[in-house]
């Protein structure tokens, strides 16, 4: 297991099935150009109250629209918020609401050069009204009210006849595209099913029909576990293309995030809270993004055998390059199994 | 044209079927995050000889070894250089030319997870040995020389059974991944085509079949032209991933990039490095990506009425967030018909 005497190795997972090369002896590279790790704001940068984040608690009407929001529950000795987590609009959306959505039979086809309208959903989960608390600072139940929050909003959107997709994230850090440092997340909803989802529900498609099993159900077994609860489990996958790449995966099989019930929110909440720690502890607070896998809406009921959603979080370790924007095979110096290990053993407790 | 007045649009491409979201309103989002916008080295970083760089003229002996070298013409009055273009191995290879290659019945099937010993070729292009010159610096001799170095080389790789495909690539500046700053490209030559490569070619056969034309030969009279010359286009495409993203596209429809002749090469040359100093000077010297998109080695007949290689350059701009990581969806503030009206008014002469 020793990382300097392992030689490099390609995989393949069968879940976007994308090539990774692992190669440890990359990290010894030299450089002689400045600025090569990505910087996170530097220390207290996002942490200090700031007078000007509309975010915040008392300046809502900075933002724009509110969608609903989360109530703070009452506790004793603390005075009391009006709100605990807001879902508005996105003030910059890169789609718009207010545009025309595509006449079923405007839908484009299959295949080939197309153009739509930028009609779709562009919003912003604020998941806590102070500016100086990370989502990891939360407990349990908060981590688990945010995740609800994001379950309640797709719900709405996928009641929309024109929105195919709803892709929720989150940008922690300059290096992870985030622009406002008070703690959000973000989720857009397409008038289209994005390319990583189709190659995605391809992926595991073609598994499925290889072996009659969903490839997320079988990680399971084969993968570097990192932690598990009653109904999740977080692992390194085989192929991470990225160091220190971390899967949450459900144990149960289910094609969309946002039938989550409160139970499971609140596992999943529990997890994701302490791999945030695990993360930010050994990796001194790195930027990082996450991402939720799930399924297209309406999709046939014939793909609902290998549709399984999961939950993708990503350090932000390293700037990519030519090869992997060529290629889309990326580099990752550190074995999944390896990584796994380092995350297993760090206590956060 | 105004780009303020322009509402959002999205638009799928038809090489890599990609869709993306032009949304010029995104680029007025405020930011209360530092190094939002990634810096270039500061100006003269990478401009001044450094006495440790090993690509230099001189320090030959620090570096991997070499696999040919192109000889520098005699100019009269400069003293002469023992070279004028090196083509070595990487330092610290991501794949290994000393590990033992996949024997045919161990090559890994068409799905599912699978991993293979880490064997490849990964070299590095020293493109001039000045550390003070940029390619676009040097001549369109020089520039074609380059090029002709590239096709040499991933000629010679073609011809080992086990090499599937050959990246070449070059990465500019620090933001762009660049760990050395001295003028150099590179290549990867990997035991497997890798899966954007896969991904592009599926998506030119579907356009292939449903309509009988080369995605790329059909671009000439539809996308953005910046600049062309006898046997080339240079155009902002139209499903441009990113801000100013521009594509060198052969007028004569071919798969392999390797198979460039003298003339051709010479005519890219001057394309290339005419294009890069339009980048330089609109971007004020941005950092870059650059990267030869060929087809696989040893692809049925079949496939080659729809592989037509091109170049695809990259400046880069800003930091991708999870959006673009989780869907494969990129939002891009800059209609490519915008980007290319201000990268065709460049004077570059
Ligand atoms: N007063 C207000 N009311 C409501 N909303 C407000 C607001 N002020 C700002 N906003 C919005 O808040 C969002 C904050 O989002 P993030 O910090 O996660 O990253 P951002 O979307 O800027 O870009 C990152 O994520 C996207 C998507 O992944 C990438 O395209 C991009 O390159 C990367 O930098 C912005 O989208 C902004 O438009
Ligand atoms: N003395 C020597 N002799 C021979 N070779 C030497 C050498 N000293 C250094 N090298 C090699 O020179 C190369 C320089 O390459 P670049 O500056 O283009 O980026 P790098 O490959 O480091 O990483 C960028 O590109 C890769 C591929 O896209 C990404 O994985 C990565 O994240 C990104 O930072 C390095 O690969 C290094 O190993």
């Known amino acids: 297991m020793a990382e300097a005497s392992r030689t490099s190795e390609a995989r393949r997972d069968a879940v976007f099935g994308r090539w990774v090369v692992f190669s440890p002896a990359r ?107 990370r989502l990891w600072d939360l407990d349990a139940e908060g981590v688990r009210d945010v995740l609800l929050a994001y379950a309640r909003r797709v719900q709405q959107l996928s009641e929309h006849r024109a929105v195919k997709y709803v892709q929720v994230f989150k940008n922690h850090g300059a290096s992870a595209g985030a622009s406002m440092a008070h703690s959000h997340s973000q989720m857009l909803g397409t008038p289209f099913v994005p390319p990583s989802v189709t190659s995605r529900l391809n992926c595991m498609k073609e598994v499925f ?9 079988e990680i399971q077994s084969k993968d570097s576990l990192v932690s598990e609860t009653p109904n999740f489990l977080a692992i390194v996958p085989f192929g991470a293309s990225y160091p220190f790449e971390m899967w949450i995966i459900p144990r149960q099989h289910g094609s969309y995030f946002h039938e989550i019930d409160q139970d499971k929110a609140l596992d999943l909440g529990s997890l994701l809270k302490s791999m945030l720690q695990k993360l930010c502890k050994q990796l001194n607070d790195p930027p990082f993004n996450y991402m939720v896998h799930s399924a297209p809406f309406g999709i046939a009921s014939s793909c609902l055998p290998y549709t399984h959603w999961f939950l993708q979080i990503v350090p932000q370790l390293s700037v990519i390059g030519g090869f992997e924007m060529g290629s889309g095979c990326y580099i990752n110096p550190v074995f999944p199994e390896d990584a796994a290990k380092i995350l297993r053993e760090i206590d956060c407790s």
Do not use: M, Q, Y
Request: glycine fraction near 6%; charged fraction near 30%; include cysteine.
């Open 209 to 217: 029909e290889r072996t009659g099993k969903c490839s997320l159900c």
């Open 27 to 133: 990290s010894r590279r030299p450089t002689d150009l400045k600025s090569h790790a990505p910087t996170n704001p530097s220390p207290g940068d996002g942490d200090a109250p700031r007078p000007s984040c509309p975010f915040c608690l008392g300046r809502e009407p900075e933002c724009a629209p509110e969608i609903f929001r989360v109530p703070a529950p009452d506790t004793p000795g603390e005075a009391p918020s009006p709100w605990r987590i807001r879902v508005i609009e996105n003030l910059f959306p890169a789609l718009r609401r207010d545009a025309e959505p595509p006449a079923p039979e405007e839908e484009p086809a299959d295949v080939g050069e197309c153009a739509v309208r930028g009609f779709g959903f562009h919003d912003v989960v604020i998941e806590t009204p102070r500016h100086d608390v």
